[in-house]
């Protein structure tokens, strides 16, 4: 698994967000991706190549194809653990700090 930073890293663009988005419906070929924006398929591929680094997305060539796909669990597993790190649940207090906070 990657390190939280890059996570972090990745979900930092508005692209590689939109893109796993995308990604979470089902697995998508790179020129399928490609097409649902408005920039080049070196840009994409540059976008998709950082989100693999992070361990968020799966790539298996397939033919002439490589198709990429999500990892709904490694996302889920850094956003758990970093929540859990800023408002731990065995800490009422500062629970109580964080929901305070909470704009909503």
Known sequence: MSSP???FEALASTARRRILAYLSEGPLTAGV?????E????????HLSI???ADLI???REGQFVKYGMKADNLGST????????????RTLKAERCAESDPD
């Open 5 to 7: 930073d890059k996570v």
């Open 33 to 37: 991706v490609a097409d649902r924006f």
């Open 39 to 46: 920039m080049s398929q070196p840009a994409v591929s540059k």
């Open 58 to 60: 799966w790539k298996k």
């Open 51 to 53: 989100l693999e680094a």
């Open 79 to 90: 956003l758990a653990k970093f929540m859990q790190e800023v408002c731990p649940p065995s």
